[in-house]
């Protein structure tokens, strides 16, 4: 049982003090994530710059959450407050139902992967897997079982005389995810444990992640820019902006129903289309218009909106590229450049002096050019309508 329940917890890193955090061993590490003068949009108070406001999160046992949001955003710091690498401000911190906040990291039952592996070079991948239970005088046969069974689970077990210079860099995070479950934590954080990877090795090590969660019994929160592994990866994501939660919820969620502009721009690859438009009311039926097209919204849209009580009012209108399709009238746009992406092509647009992306299939993309004028239209079902005012999803 590994429940971590995150109770209205902040940061404030104090004006006087440069931002310092301890690094693996204790000594003092800079980091770019959430220095105060990159981060421009925390708030800064008299106590100092805020890096994490009201974080509030229950994670049930066993359970993947991943936190998401630019560099910046408080995540890396959220995670390091849980690691006690990090004193907290304020809130309360427990895994277990016991109170964490003064607790040592040694004595939180917590293990950490970090992003730049960490590994000792001197030693074999078994002396480095093997080190943290040494410390513990743990019995040697016992050690020797968990080392080869963590390094059967990662495929790692025909490297294990090697010294980390001889492994490439999948390999040796491997290793160091390896050395973190020998310990069989609580709970176990990684601190973007794929961004020093390249791109297919990264698609490797998601799926191993994902097998590695099947077959070991732990709570884990992961921490990422990366929405791609947010997505894949997570139970729930809890996408950060600026030190403060913007939405919880499962990746399905989050994508078909984001709460507000920032998650609507930040989750989806490509990025949501905005466009300025209006919420109309036409007997009793909420539409969504433009000066080009009027689009009826969906029956589960009309019942939100209905029973919110929302009023008709000049709105941001969301339209992910795979939503918008070519049509004989509609929204009129210009094709800047056409990217074929095997079975579909990214037209890059402008529509109505913003940039946007339609996805099409392929063969459509042929029929239409570089500088062409086209149509397009959208469903109700797929169009999200946000307030001009606080930029929040108006159905929710």
Same mark, same amino acid.
């Given at each position: 049982m590994a429940e971590v329940i995150l109770k209205n917890i902040k940061k404030v890193y104090p004006n006087s003090e440069p931002k310092e955090k301890k690094g693996l061993f204790g000594k003092k590490k800079k980091d770019d994530e959430e220095k105060p003068h990159h981060t421009h949009h925390l708030q800064i108070t008299d106590e100092g710059v805020v890096a994490v406001q009201e974080f509030s999160l229950n994670i049930k046992d066993k359970e993947f959450i991943v936190l998401v949001g630019p560099s910046g955003c408080g995540k890396s710091t959220t995670l390091r407050m849980v690691a006690g690498l990090e004193e907290i401000s304020g809130g309360e911190?427990?895994?277990?139902?016991?109170?964490?906040?003064?607790?040592?990291?040694?004595?939180?039952?917590?293990? /950490?992967?970090?992003?730049?592996?960490?590994?000792?070079?001197?030693?074999?991948?078994?002396?480095? /897997?093997?080190?943290?239970?040494?410390?513990?005088?743990?019995?040697?046969?016992?050690?020797?079982?968990?080392?080869?069974?963590?390094?059967?689970?990662?495929?790692?077990?025909?490297?294990?005389?090697?010294?980390?210079?001889?492994?490439?860099?999948?390999?040796?995070?491997?290793?160091?995810?390896?050395?973190?479950?020998?310990?069989?934590?609580?709970?176990?954080?990684?601190?973007?444990p794929l961004s020093n990877l390249d791109?297919?090795?990264?698609?490797?090590?998601?799926?191993?992640?994902?097998?590695?969660?099947?077959?070991?019994?732990?709570?884990?929160?992961?921490?990422?820019?990366? *929405?791609?592994?947010?997505?894949?990866?997570?139970?729930?994501?809890?996408? /950060?902006?600026?030190?403060?939660?913007?939405?919880?919820?499962?990746?399905?969620?989050?994508?078909?129903?984001?709460?507000?502009?920032?998650?609507?721009g930040f989750i989806g690859t490509p990025q949501m289309n905005f466009f300025d438009a209006k919420l109309?009311?036409?007997?009793?039926?909420?539409?969504?218009?433009?000066?080009?097209?009027?689009?009826?919204?969906?029956?589960?849209?009309?019942?939100?909106?209905?029973?919110?009580?929302?009023?008709? *009012?000049?709105?941001?209108?969301g339209v992910r590229p795979e939503h918008m399709e070519i049509a004989e009238t509609g929204i009129p746009g210009k094709i800047d450049v056409t990217e074929l992406m095997g079975s579909s092509s990214h037209l890059h647009m402008t529509i109505k002096g913003k940039d946007a992306i339609v996805i099409v299939p392929r063969s459509d993309s042929q029929e239409n050019h570089m500088g062409e004028e086209i149509h397009l239209s959208f469903d109700g079902s797929n169009a999200h309508v946000f307030s001009l005012e606080d930029q929040h999803n108006l159905e929710y």
């Amino acid at each position: 049982m590994a429940e971590v329940i995150l109770k209205n917890i902040k940061k404030v890193y104090p004006n006087s003090e440069p931002k310092e955090k301890k690094g693996l061993f204790g000594k003092k590490k800079k980091d770019d994530e959430e220095k105060p003068h990159h981060t421009h949009h925390l708030q800064i108070t008299d106590e100092g710059v805020v890096a994490v406001q009201e974080f509030s999160l229950n994670i049930k046992d066993k359970e993947f959450i991943v936190l998401v949001g630019p560099s910046g955003c408080g995540k890396s710091t959220t995670l390091r407050m849980v690691a006690g690498l990090e004193e907290i401000s304020g809130g309360e911190l427990y895994i277990d139902g016991v109170l964490m906040n003064s607790v040592e990291p040694k004595d939180r039952d917590i293990a /950490m992967v970090f992003q730049s592996y960490a590994l000792y070079p001197h030693m074999t991948v078994y002396d480095n /897997m093997a080190y943290s239970l040494k410390i513990k005088n743990v019995p040697k046969a016992e050690i020797d079982k968990k080392v080869r069974e963590a390094a059967e689970i990662l495929d790692i077990t025909q490297y294990l005389n090697r010294k980390p210079k001889a492994l490439s860099g999948g390999q040796r995070q491997r290793v160091a995810i390896g050395r973190a479950i020998v310990r069989n934590p609580k709970v176990l954080l990684m601190d973007e444990p794929l961004s020093n990877l390249d791109a297919k090795l990264r698609n490797q090590m998601r799926a191993e992640i994902i097998k590695l969660r099947q077959r070991i019994n732990t709570t884990f929160i992961y921490v990422t820019h990366d *929405q791609t592994e947010a997505m894949t990866l997570g139970d729930r994501i809890v996408v /950060m902006k600026d030190g403060f939660i913007m939405q919880i919820g499962t990746p399905q969620e989050v994508f078909d129903h984001p709460a507000n502009l920032f998650v609507a721009g930040f989750i989806g690859t490509p990025q949501m289309n905005f466009f300025d438009a209006k919420l109309a009311i036409h007997n009793g039926d909420y539409y969504v218009e433009t000066e080009d097209v009027s689009v009826k919204l969906s029956d589960s849209k009309q019942k939100r909106l209905k029973e919110k009580g929302v009023k008709e *009012q000049p709105v941001t209108l969301g339209v992910r590229p795979e939503h918008m399709e070519i049509a004989e009238t509609g929204i009129p746009g210009k094709i800047d450049v056409t990217e074929l992406m095997g079975s579909s092509s990214h037209l890059h647009m402008t529509i109505k002096g913003k940039d946007a992306i339609v996805i099409v299939p392929r063969s459509d993309s042929q029929e239409n050019h570089m500088g062409e004028e086209i149509h397009l239209s959208f469903d109700g079902s797929n169009a999200h309508v946000f307030s001009l005012e606080d930029q929040h999803n108006l159905e929710y």
